[in-house]
C-alpha cells in the first residue's frame, strides 16, 4: 500500500498568515492527488483534486502544487473559516490512501 | 443541487452485517465512479471502496465488505458482514473516484 505522510499534524496560526501543508507518498503517484478540508461534525470538502487543480467554488487562496511524491497546500492568507482539519488522498494505486490529517488551529 | 444522502447507519452486535445506501441527486448518477470513506471517531478518514459507472470494476480494502450500485434507482450500496468493533464509524458515500463530492454520513456503531 502506497503510505501518505501529512507534515505538521498540527499547526497553530493567525488570521492572514500564509501557511503550507506538505504530503509525502512512499513511492510516485504522478498527480493523482486530492487535498480535503474538514471541519468538525461535517463531511469532509474537496478543496484541489489532480494535485493542482481548484475544485469548483473553492477560493483562490487554496492552491496546490506537487508531483511525484511530493505536495504541498498552500492558502496564502488564512481567514476564520479556514481552520479545519486537512488531508490528502492519493488515487493512483489501490488501495486508496489518505494522509494522517493537519488539524490547523487558530494562534 | 448535487445531494448524496446516506442510510442505513445503526447499532450492530460484532459478527453481525448491515447494508448501508446513499441516494443520489442533481448529478448522472450513472455517469460517475462512487466511492465509501469511513472515518472512526476521533480519527481520520480511511478509503474503503468504489465502483464503476457501470459496476463491472470495484476495489474495496476489506473483503468482508461489498459496494454495488442500482443506477436506475441512483442509488449505492456497502454491504459489511463480520463487523467488528474497529468497524464502528461514520460512513460517508462520495461521488468520483477520487471522492469529489461528500454525503453528511451515517454512523455504524459495532458493539455488544
Known amino acids: 500500500d502506497i503510505q501518505m505522510t501529512q507534515s505538521p499534524s498540527s499547526l497553530s496560526a493567525s488570521v492572514g498568515d500564509r501557511v503550507t501543508i506538505t504530503c509525502r507518498a512512499s513511492?510516485?503517484?504522478?498527480?493523482?492527488l486530492g487535498w480535503y478540508q474538514q471541519k468538525p461534525g461535517k463531511a469532509p470538502k474537496r478543496l484541489i483534486y489532480?494535485?493542482?487543480s481548484l475544485q469548483g467554488g473553492v477560493p483562490s487562496r487554496f492552491s496546490g502544487s506537487g508531483s511525484g511524491t511530493e505536495f504541498t497546500l498552500t492558502i496564502s492568507s488564512l481567514q476564520p473559516e479556514d481552520f479545519a482539519t486537512y488531508y490528502c488522498?492519493?488515487?493512483?494505486?489501490?488501495?486508496?490512501?489518505f494522509g494522517q490529517g493537519t488539524k490547523l488551529e487558530i494562534k | 443541487e448535487v445531494q448524496l444522502v446516506e442510510s442505513g447507519g445503526a447499532l450492530v452486535q460484532p459478527g453481525g452485517s448491515l447494508r448501508l445506501s446513499c441516494a443520489g441527486s442533481g448529478f448522472t448518477f450513472s455517469n460517475y465512479w462512487m466511492t465509501w470513506v469511513r472515518q472512526a471517531p476521533g480519527k481520520g478518514l480511511e478509503w474503503v471502496a468504489n465502483i464503476k459507472q457501470d459496476g463491472s470494476e470495484k476495489h474495496h480494502v476489506d473483503s468482508r465488505f461489498t459496494i454495488s450500485r442500482d443506477n436506475a434507482e441512483n442509488s449505492l450500496y456497502l454491504q459489511m458482514n463480520g463487523l467488528r468493533a474497529e468497524d464502528t464509524a461514520v460512513y460517508y458515500c462520495?461521488?468520483?473516484?477520487?471522492?469529489?463530492?461528500w454525503g453528511q454520513g451515517t454512523l455504524v456503531t459495532v458493539s455488544s
Open positions: 488522498l492519493q488515487y493512483n494505486n489501490y488501495p486508496y490512501t
Open positions: 462520495a461521488g468520483g473516484g477520487a471522492a469529489g463530492w
Open positions: 513511492q510516485g503517484i504522478r498527480n493523482d
Open positions: 489532480a494535485a493542482s
